[in-house]
């Protein structure tokens, strides 16, 4: 079983930057992808951006540019660095991961993580 744990949500003001951590443990190999995704209230899940074993990186188009993910391998743990918040973004950030390499469809990832809130005020 595999444990996902997010991190580096808040309250933040518009223009604003935030840094999200997920950490990973439990069952883990060395292939898997790890991913972002969030929902707003009232709003379908919707795909941020996603990380392969291979280090490709993957973005929602309207995120381009000021959101970057990344992954450290040596500790099981994916970043999310969101640049120049709107009221827009926020919403409930969850981490996933999933043995097998993937890329928007949240149905795809087997595991989860809690979510972490972000908020941002005009």
């Known amino acids: 079983q595999v444990q996902l744990v997010e991190s580096g949500g808040g309250l933040v003001h518009t223009g604003d930057s935030l840094r999200l951590s997920c950490a990973a443990s439990g069952r883990t190999s060395s292939k898997y992808t790890l991913g972002w995704f969030r929902q707003a209230p009232g709003k379908e899940r919707e795909f941020v951006a996603s990380i392969p074993w291979t280090g490709t990186t993957y973005y929602a188009d309207s995120l381009k540019g000021r959101f970057t993910i990344s992954r450290d391998n040596t500790k099981n743990t994916v970043y999310l660095q969101m640049n120049n918040l709107t009221p827009e973004d926020t919403a409930v950030y969850y981490c996933?991961?999933?043995?097998?390499?993937?890329?928007?469809?949240?149905?795809?990832?087997?595991?989860w993580g809690q979510g972490t809130q972000v908020t941002v005020s005009s």
């Open positions: 996933a991961l999933d043995y097998g390499y993937r890329v928007s469809d949240h149905r795809e990832y087997d595991y």
